[in-house]
């Protein structure tokens, strides 16, 4: 399996983006909400994970990224992915998280857009 990497690649006012790579799976999962719960608590309400370097995530990866879309949601604020692998892309449209969240092909047109919105 993949190793699990989470990273802060930026934060600047409203805006936070983490870089995650590898299985998201329970443990991936947990520290992307603790870390995404941190960030709110800042007072960023727009955060863009980059999954660049995710090939895979699991169901459980999959019910942690949607209660942080709720935790999101609750302080009216914004929860967006870019850089998505097919599959993941066909997971979140399965699942319900491309309804909700906003996804876009690459971290440039992801940060243009989020941009004009914090």
Do not use: W
Not at 44 to 49: M, P
Request: glycine share 8%.
């Amino acid at each position: 399996m993949e190793t699990f990497e989470l990273k802060l690649a930026h934060r600047d006012g409203r805006l936070a983006v983490l870089e995650v790579g590898g299985y998201i799976n329970n443990e991936a999962g947990e520290a992307i909400a603790g870390t995404a719960k941190t960030l709110l608590a800042e007072g960023h309400r727009i955060l863009l994970l980059d999954l660049a370097g995710t090939r895979i995530i699991n169901s459980i990866g999959i019910s942690l990224l949607l209660e942080v879309l709720e935790r999101i949601i609750e302080v009216k604020g914004t929860l967006a992915f870019c850089c998505l692998s097919p599959s993941i892309a066909k997971t979140f449209q399965i699942m319900g998280l491309a309804q909700y969240a906003r996804i876009f092909p690459d971290r440039p047109q992801a940060l243009a857009a989020l941009s004009v919105d914090s």
